[in-house]
Structures are given as C-alpha cells and as structure tokens.
C-alpha cells in the first residue's frame, strides 16, 4: 500500500519567499505529524494533529510557520518570510490513534528546504 | 537542552558481530522509548519499541533494554549484517496527550562485511 508521501521533494527559495509543502498520509490514519531535521540533527517536533485540529502545536518556532489540515486527511505547512535558518529536511508522519499501546508514526521521505 | 542524547556520532562493527547503540534521557516522564532507522534520502522508519514499565523487549535480531534508574536504553544488533548500516536515532515519547517524539541526534552504524 502506498506510504506517506511529501511534495515537493526539494524546493530552493529566496530569502523572504513563502512556501508551502504538502503532506499524505497513510489513508485511515487520523494522526499526522510534522517534523523538523537540520543537518547533524535528529528530527525536530514542530506539531501534531489529531483528524483537523491541531492537538499540539508546541514546537513551531515562532508565528512565520503555520499548518492546516482541513479535512483531516492532507496537511499543508506553510512558512512565510523564509529565513536562511529555515533551510532543512521537513519530515511528514502518520499514524493510527487509539489504544493503550505506542501507535507507529510512519514517515515519508520529506522534503528538503534550501533558502538562498 | 536535549531530553535525549545519542553520545556517539558513529559506530563500525564487522559483520556477524553485535552492534550496541546506546541513549541516554533526562526526563523521566517518558512513557515509551522507540528506536528509527533511516537510509539516506528517506525518512526514518520505526524499528522497536519498548514501554516504561518493561525492561526488555525483543524483535528478531534487535533487542532494546531499559535501565530506568540510570535512564539509559541500548539497542543491540546480533547478528550484524551490512544491510544494517544506517543512522539510528532513539526516541521517547513524553507521557500524557501528546504523541510528539522527542530524538536523539543519530548514530551511524556502519556494519563491514
């Protein structure tokens, strides 16, 4: 069956620019994530929605990044007024919820920022 | 300041051998800990989980151990094979309605033939 896709799956921009990058998740899986990886690093939290609310949005860094997911299904970050600093890989999850036990979050393959 | 800390950047094991990949937390309010494999140019693909309240769980050639008093897992590999190499970040899931993931920065393991 077909994973959890994200495009583009590069995208070079200008300093200032807006972009958007888009997100499918596995279909039937209600929980969708998106994350943040810089080079050297591990995979940053940036937030999570549970259907089309946004169940925890602790980790966007500040009020240029936004995500929406309307009708539950694919989720759209949006950054505006890129910064150099923004530049890395965006990784996109899914997964099951419900349950007592840890519920898989399937990645895909992200999409890599550059800000020129 | 990181939650969970991978110490060592990398790691090379000749095939056959074990492979032990360790990970350190300051947090204790963790439910679950999670181990991700990740080649280049994909996303992380989840490997094994273990709960809080266990200190051992076991799936095929990967086992991962829990030391909650020194607040430290370990992944081991036995036997090694090539198709093993990969950067492996450990990763724990905080308790309570979040299901975010907090990882580690990676380990590259490298498994010679």
């Known amino acids: 069956g077909a994973g959890v896709s994200q495009t583009p799956s590069n995208k070079v921009t200008e300093k200032g620019k807006y972009v958007e990058l888009r997100c499918d998740p596995i279909s039937g899986h209600t929980a969708l994530y998106w994350y943040r990886q810089s080079l050297g690093q591990g995979p940053e939290f940036l937030i999570y929605f549970q259907g089309t609310g946004a169940a925890d949005d602790s980790g966007l860094p500040n009020d240029r990044f936004f995500a929406v997911r309307p009708e539950g299904s694919v989720s759209t970050l949006k950054i505006q007024r890129t910064e150099r600093g923004d530049s890395a890989v965006y990784l996109c999850a899914s997964s099951l919820t419900g349950g007592s036990s840890y519920n898989e979050q399937f990645f895909g393959p992200g999409t890599r920022l550059t800000v020129l | 300041d990181q939650q969970v800390k991978q110490n060592s950047p990398s790691l090379s094991v000749q095939e056959g051998r074990i492979s032990i990949l360790n990970c350190d937390y300051t947090n204790s309010m963790f439910d679950y800990f999670l181990w991700y494999k990740k080649y280049p140019a994909e996303g992380p693909t989840f490997l094994i989980s273990i709960s809080s309240i266990k200190d051992k769980n076991e799936d095929g050639r990967f086992t991962v151990f829990l030391n909650k008093s020194a607040k430290h897992l370990s992944l081991h590999i036995v036997p090694s094979q090539p198709g093993d190499s990969a950067v492996y970040f450990c990763?724990?899931?905080?308790?309570?309605?979040?299901?975010?993931?907090?990882f580690g920065k990676g380990t590259k393991l490298t498994v010679n033939p």
């Open positions: 990763a724990a899931k905080p308790q309570g309605g979040s299901e975010k993931l907090v």
